[in-house]
């Protein structure tokens, strides 16, 4: 059975979640920056060192879009997230790689290490607290109108 | 119908972050400190600024409990927060106070400005993003097993 690309993209964005927690960063998807951009995968660590993936479900989701180079500046480490079957040769080989499924992932090539400024990472980290948090309220309460207010 | 204890304070807890989401404040429940306590409630605002609120359901839990003066040194702001049938004569008249319900609540009185320091500030936001994220994978990802991550 075939699947949609959105479909794949979500399947890898899991497999990336776990890999990262097996790395000892907690997750987000969709993270939304600043720059008005949305991060397919965020990590952060227990040092704060903050990782970005962007997860491509397939050639053409990679050739349609160049946002990724605006998430250098927004993180610590920068992978791209492919599966198996995805013809590697197209992606940059200066960035970090992982090739993931839905169940976890591992990395084939290393990121450079962009090291964020401080003024940056508190932006980001506080960004990233503040989305898990309402996320999480949300979830905790799926019957939106009785708070009036999500 | 009586209400247990434990169940009194989730109502009330669910009441205040309502309040603090009206003043611009994402939160969570039961942080768990550096010092291995937890906050009953603490939200975190666009500037970084960082509330704590202790949920008391009676005299009795008031009585019992005094672990809340170790919490004023990981906050901008302090508050209890109890019902409106709770005595708050009972309670010191030099912190914040709150009067909630399970569906919102008013400030009584203001809090103190503790002013957290810089680097204070970002252990606590950075426990505050990884502990929502991972509630938040966890909610998620209900079947716990199909990761064997949580």
Redesign the interface.
Known sequence: MSESRADKGVRLA?GV??LL?DMGY???TEVKLRIRRRVDVMG?N?K?RIIVVEVKSGPADYRVDEKWSDYLEFCDEFYFAVDADFPTALLPDSHGLIIADA??GAILRPSADFTLNAARR?NV??R???I??????E??NPIKEK?N?F
């Open positions: 899991r979640q776990k927690y907690d997750s987000l952060i227990d704060g169940f976890g508190r980290t506080l990233f607290a503040r898990a948090a309402r996320r999480l309220l979830a905790e708070f207010v």
